[in-house]
Each structure stands twice: as structure tokens, then as C-alpha cells.
């Protein structure tokens, strides 16, 4: 068989890798053919990451082999992956924020003439732009673009790159449905036209719906390789994390709660106006409000004011106009340490960023809210045992895997970072949850267990305002869901009777109210 | 097209190991003593005889001694002050023109303000304004990167030229010894402005303000909120503010302190050695601080141990100058070779070579 077949577009054979005492991979064997879509999944730190970044020519394998079309081929760098027409796209984009798309993709070619001239770098990127309805603007800066367009930046660029073999770790984790519809159509586009794909994903619906074959790794290994027709989502769930999981089943289709039963208003904006990275106003909501004991929703593709929506409530970001009340207060503009201290959690949009202190450790990590006030502070002093109680306890509780409050938090899993965050984020009790895109990028277990907790603070009587870019994240968890548009309210809806249709053409731009009925009304 | 020829390539470690972290600097020492040993040798020296002459000259007897312990002080202090500033990410460079500053206002204190008070009040008197001299020079490159983002790496160092020449002016002008027949300089201190000294030698109360500046540091770092706060800043700014953290007035009060500590090892230069104000009385120390931070890891312990040792150097080489009659550039051409490996070392502690040979099984068909 293997003689009659043309050599597969990438061919790697029994690769191995540790990290210290850690094996990420284990004698792992993956290939991908020329014109398919070959999916690769499994949990955070099942070896994923590791066996593509081997692949692209990041790190080198300890033992095993990898041929490129048939030719053994060993990378040094990623520009050798380059050159052999391997091209990745990471979850966090290898961009230089400062330069405008043409710029990095410049920055990417290998012996430059020393002169680059833009406009034809940039006049090709349009053209490749165009064929594949990427819709990128190669001299926009990268900065200003969302993450869903850094993403098309990526692909524009290794395609002009003359990329041939393209891997995708876990694109649609930044998408909107509706994009990574076009994501799914582009790739399989890509294929028939005789690329090779590879697609990371956690997203079990989506890998059935894009790939010719489905790989399955756990824990350093590929536990199988299957094909959609040969199987569903239940059946990959449960190779991947070797037991069947409950939130994938399906969603829990709980009753609606009686409309009667509505707790006091927690959130309110009024009016709210507020300006984005590039200076121009990037929100303008007129009124939204987050009663107790709800979640609302917060639907839309990336970069329509989400970010700008969690900062300007949370205080990191100054609202130009209109005003955040908060359990009836007015707490517009004030300082951030003043609106936590109000009961607001926040779990932001880009945890290592944002949400955490890489460099340090699991307990300056976990008290990075509550430094402030015992039993961990006492007057201006830290109290060293309250700070290693209060660490073990959120680890212990959130079922963090770590080797001690004494790791760096870089050094864990996405996913347990996330967890700590959270946890840390739910410790006191929060009135109200901000919560931005608060799964993204993790593992299924952890999905579950995020899932779980915003339910329980839902239960308890928090007010959550829920942002993502997960239909079926908010489907599951919220009671409403608000659609935002250039940084707008299109409308809300109820999520329980949630038309995905509706909701994409809100997403679009084009108004919740049918235009049918309204000119009835009129007439 | 497959380049599978061996070569070479640097790597990131990830987390350097502890025992690598302790093994690394003392080889880069060894390495460059044979270094230092080579040019000796061209110079048509015996290098062992050399070494044994700057070991004996600064650690080998009680005056050697107590000569490094004199400079371990300022760079202590003035080490501590860079490496508060430094573990917030703000790279204040101006150490120097802070010492000198703390210098002005202590002998401002000394000569002007109470010059009749006695040592018990004196003394803590200059150490206050010593520190409140440095905080003050320190206040302005901290508000303009604070309220205006001005770059604090070029106001602090630019800071240190206007610094030094305002010295300057005070002792060639208004502050001139009449008596001094030229000499520039102010004239000599009250007694009662003379830090004590231990025993014969000129080892004075300094050296005890800079061990409990690496403890209250330490403590400070670790032990407080305030500290933490710096920790987090330094590590993750966006982190700080998310978390409420008031930047801004963080950034001016560490370089306040920052400044301070250096302004104390202003203070106790003149107190404790010159009593009273020269001009040029310190030798760069404010600059080899930032060595000295940076060497002992922006941590206490570690900048007290790099201190005493640089220091050692510092007066081992000035001995075989003395004693040898070495050309003078031989002390600090060897105190250069071995910064030289030592940050090299540094360097390698972070990276290393990784040598790429080509795999066994996959080097048979490459093209």
C-alpha cells in the first residue's frame, strides 16, 4: 500500500520529546496527505503543542523522524519549516504590534534585500487577501486589529510565505460562529486545492465537521486515528480524556426560571461610551443591565467593543461618556482597586497578560486581590502563613494542578492557569462576574469545572456579564444574550429560545427587529 | 534542501538550575583569572605573584580588610538603591548624581543648617537629609517617566553630569574652604559630623547603615504589600493595573527610595571618610552599583556579597599598583576581564549552546 500511495505531505515517525522529567511525547507517529484536513486532538498538555512545535521546527525531537513529501528532513529553525512549506498558526500570534501587516510579513522573509518595497509586498498580500476571503488590510497596524484579524494576518502571511502544509492550533478558539464557518469552508477550500492541513482543536463538533481524519493524543501519545463517518463526538470525548464527560453530551436544558423571580439590578449602563486602542470610539452601548442571580450574555465577533465593554465596567479603561452603575452606585471611572472592592470580579480576556503575574509564583499569584486586607495583610505587612493557607486552599479547592505554590505560574497548563485565576477571581464572593471569553484555549476537563463554577455563582445570586465568542458557551450558561456590533447593542435575546441564525445576523450588523414586521407596525 | 549538516545553535534555558546559578559565576571568575594571567604575563609579570599581592592587599590583613569593608559601603548602599528601582523595571542609572546629591544635603546639614549640634543629633540629622538629598534627585526622572512617560534611563543618567557639576560649583564657589589655598573643596566637618569608626581603621557606622538597608530591603520585598506591589509591577504592569495597583505614584516613590539609598552612601562618604564635601569623591560608585545589582540578582544577600567582593577588587587592585608598581591601567584592566566573564557567564546561564548533529536515520537520503 505504501509504495502504491504518494508520499504524505508531512510523515512523522515514533518522535520523542521530554522537558526535564516531563515526556510530552512518547513515540508519537502523525502524517498528514496532501488535499486533506487532518485534525489533531486532546487535552492541554497531551502533546499537542509539543509535536506540532517539532514539527515547525521550534524544538527538536529526541529520537524519531519526520519526512516532508516523502524526503527526510530535520529542522533547525522554523525558517528551514518555512522553506520546506510548513507554515503554523499559533494561538498567540507571532506579530510585532507596531508594524503594519506588510511590515511583519517582510519581517518574516528570509535574505531580504536590504531595501523592502511595501507596496508590492503589499499589493500581493491584497491579492491573496482576496482569493481566499480573508478580508486583511496589509497596512493596517497590527495593534489595531482584533484577534480574528490577527489570525487572517497569519494565513495571509504564510501563504505569501509560500506555505504548502498549514497547521492550525486551535484557530476557532478566537472566532465567531460565523467565522469559523468561513475558517472551516476556507480550509477545506485550501484542501481541495491540494494543501495539506493540520487542525488543533478541542472542539469536537467542529473536527467532525472539517476533517477527512481525526488523530487522537493523550497524555504524550496518539491513543488512535479515525475518520468523522467512523465517528461521533462521544466516542472522541471519551478517547481523549479516557472517560465520558457530561457537558459534552449535551447542554443541560434546564427550565427557564420564572420571569417573576428576578433579583435586584447589579450592572447598569447608561449611555456608556468609551474609545479603543487606535483612539476612536469602540463602545457605545445605551443601556444593559445584569440583574442578581443572572448571566448575561455578551455575543459578537472579535473586536466589536467586548474588551473595551469588560474594561470600561471594571475600571482599566475610562469611559468618554455615560456611566457604570454598580448596586446602584455610580462608579464610572473609578479606580479599579475601588470597583473590586465593590464585589467585581473580573476574568479578562488574556490571562497570562492581564489576569497574571507570570514570573512569580502560585501565591503572589493567588492573592493579587486580596494583598490588600487580612488575614493576608496585616496594616502594610504581608502575613507569610496566610499567604501559603490561602494559596493551598484556592489549589486545593480548583483542583489546580501544580507541583507547589512555589511553581511560576507560566510554568502551568493554560488550563490551570485559568483555574487558579478563576478561583482566585471567585473567592470573595463576587455581586457581580465579568467574565471575558473565560474558557478560551483550555481543555475539556477544565471547561467543565469553569463551567460548573460560573453556574454555582449564578445559583448563589451573582449578577454575571459573560463574554465570548462560544455560541455554545452562552447558549449553556446565560439567560440572555446580548449581540455587539462596532461596539453597539444590535439586541437581546433570550438564550434559551436563541435562534443562531438571529444571532449571526446581529453579529453581521443587521438589526434584531425584523424589518417585515416593523413596516407592518408603521403601516 | 535539507540542511543536515552539524552546527551550532543558542537556545533559552528555561529556569537556569540552582546549582548552575552558583557554578557558573565562580567559573567565570576562574576563567578570567587565567585570562587576566595571559596579559600579565605579556606584560612580563608572574601573574601568581601578582594575584597573591591583590588577594593579600585587599582580604589578606586587618587594614586589607577593613579598606574593603570602607568601599563595600557605598556600593552596598548605592547597590541596594539600583536594585529596588530595577526589580520595578525602572531603569534608574542615576545612582551616581543621587549619592552626590545625598552628599550635598548632608554636608549642608554639617556645615549650614546645625553646625554646632551635638554627634547624637548630627549624625542622624545628615543620614536624614543624605536620604531625603538622594529621594529628592531621584523625584524627577521618577515623575517624568510617571506623569509624562519620559524615558527614565537618559533623565537619571543625564542627571548625574548636572549633579556632579552643581558639586562641583558648590566647593570651587559658594561653598569653598577660604583656607583651602585652592584646594577645591569645603572646609572639614564639626567633629561631631564623624561617623564612628572601628577601632584604628576607617571603617565607620556605614557599613552598619548598609546591612540594615539589605535587611529592611529584604524585608520590605518580601514582607510587605508595598513590596509586592513592586514585584508585580516589575513583572507585569497590566497585571498591576488590573489588579487597582497605583502605578504611577509606585513608579515616583520607588525611584524616591531608590535615590535615597544611594544618597546614603553619599552621606556616609563624607561623614565617614572625607569630612567634608570634594569634589570628584566618588569614583563612579554610583555606576559600579548597577554591576553590583545586577551581578547579586536584585537580591539583598546576594548585592551584600557582590559588594564585599567587588570591593575587594576594587582594593586589590589599587594595592598591586602601590606595591608591584604595575602600570596603573593593570587594576582596572583585570577588574574589566573579570566583569567581562562574569556577565559572559550570566549570559550562558540563560542560553546555551546546542550543538545539532544530524539525526541517524533521517541523514541517509537528504539531498
Redesign the interface.
Known sequence: MQTASPPAAIEMREISKR?GPTVANDRVSFDARWGEVHALVGENGAGKSTLMSILAGLY??D?????VDG????F??PS?AI??GIGMVYQHFMLVDTFTVAENVILGERGGRGLVETAGVERKLAEISQRYGLGVDPAARVWQLSVGEQQRVEIVRLLYLGARILVFDEPTAVLTPQESDALIRTLREMAAQGFAIVFISHKLDEVLAVADRVTVMRRGRTVGTTTPAESDRRALARLMVGRDLAALVEHPDEEPRADGDVGEVVLRLTGLCADGENGLQALAVDRLEVRAGRTLGVAGVAGNGQRELAETI???RRATRGTVEILGRDATNR??????ALGVA?V?EDRL????????DLS?NA???D??AAPI?RG???V?RAVAEFTDRLIHEHRVAAPGRDA?ARTLSGGNQQKLLIGRELAGSPRLIVAVHPTRGVDVGAIEAIHAQLRQQQARGAATLLISEDLDELVALADDIAVLFEGRVMGVVPARRADREQIGLMMAGVAADAPAERSAAHG | ????GA?W?IERV??PSRTASILVPIASVLLALVAGAILIRVAGRNPAEVYRAMLAGSLGDRNGLAETLVKTTPLLLAGLGVAVAFRMQLWNIGAEGQLYFGAIFATWVALFLMPGAPGWVMVPAMAVAGLVGGAFWAFFPGALRAFLNVNETITSLLLNYVAILYAEYLVHGPWKDPQAFGFPGTKQFPDAAALPHWGTTRVHLGLVFGLVAAAVVWFLL?????G?EI??MG??A??A??????TKRTIVLVMMLSGALAGLAGMSEVAGIAHQLQRNFSPGYGYTAIIVAWLGRLHPVGITVVAFLLAALLVGGDQIQMTMSLPAAVAPMLQGIILFFVLGGEVLLRYRLVR?S??P???????
Open positions: 522537558f527538536r525531537p529520537s524519531g523522524t519526520l519526512a524526503q527526510p528532513v530535520r533547525r529553525s528551514d522553506a520546506h471594571t475600571g482599566l479606580p479599579a482597586a475601588e470597583i473590586a473580573h479578562p497578560a492581564t489576569g497574571l503575574v507570570g514570573g512569580m503572589a492573592i493579587l486581590r494583598y490588600r495583610a502594610p505587612f504581608l507569610p511560576k | 534542501m535539507a540542511e543536515a552546527g545553535r528555561p529556569a518580601r514582607r510587605t504589600r508595598w509586592y514585584s508585580v513583572e507585569n497590566r497585571a493595573r488590573y489588579a487597582g495597583m497605583p545539532t544530524p539525526a536515520a533521517a541523514s541517509g537520503e537528504a539531498a
